[in-house]
């Protein structure tokens, strides 16, 4: 499969805050799926889906009404600024089915925990923040894409019975996944470097594959 990266891409992301990476996090494969009773056990379940290349847990854990939401390049194949649900798993299919992809790790730890959100129409959703987002994709012909430092939201709500969800379990309904401008100090001793990547632009690149 020929994913496409294009070159002014990099360009940008090297002073978007995604420079990264000291080491990789351990392997997830290992871990359990929780009840999603709770918004943290849901995203708990999000990077485990993706550390297995799980897409029918993943579609499981998504909302009826799911909407990815990035920063828009001016120009190229993601200029709107959102996917839907459809769009997204379908991009997120592609990069699970690429045969040159090795392994997938997202961390998404936080001290607060989940925070009730606040904007208009999100009435009974909770919010999480994670402190340092940290989303590693490894092929075995182009390197390791780290995406870190950027800003990761996301938004639970509870089961809709009307959508055919069960109102006991969470579901996450908004990912929003913004530039930020946090990067660990590249003249450490222990810097490695690793390719920059923004998390929506590596998805992008499957995009029409």
Known sequence: MNVRFPVRWLALLALSGCLFSTSSGPPLEDAEYVTPDSPAAALANLALAFARKDLETLDGLLASDYAFHYDPYPEGDCTAGVWTREEDLALTASLFSDGTLKRLYLRFATATGAEPATALGQEGWMRIRPDLPWMEVEYSDRGTFV??????????????????????????????????????????EDFTPVLPIRWWVLKCGYQGS
């Open 147 to 188: 995406s870190h430092g950027d800003i990761e939201e996301f938004f639970f709500r509870p089961g809709d019975p009307d959508q055919g969800e069960n109102p006991e379990h969470w579901y996450l309904v908004e990912w929003r996944d913004f530039a930020g401008f946090s990067a660990p100090d590249a003249t450490a």
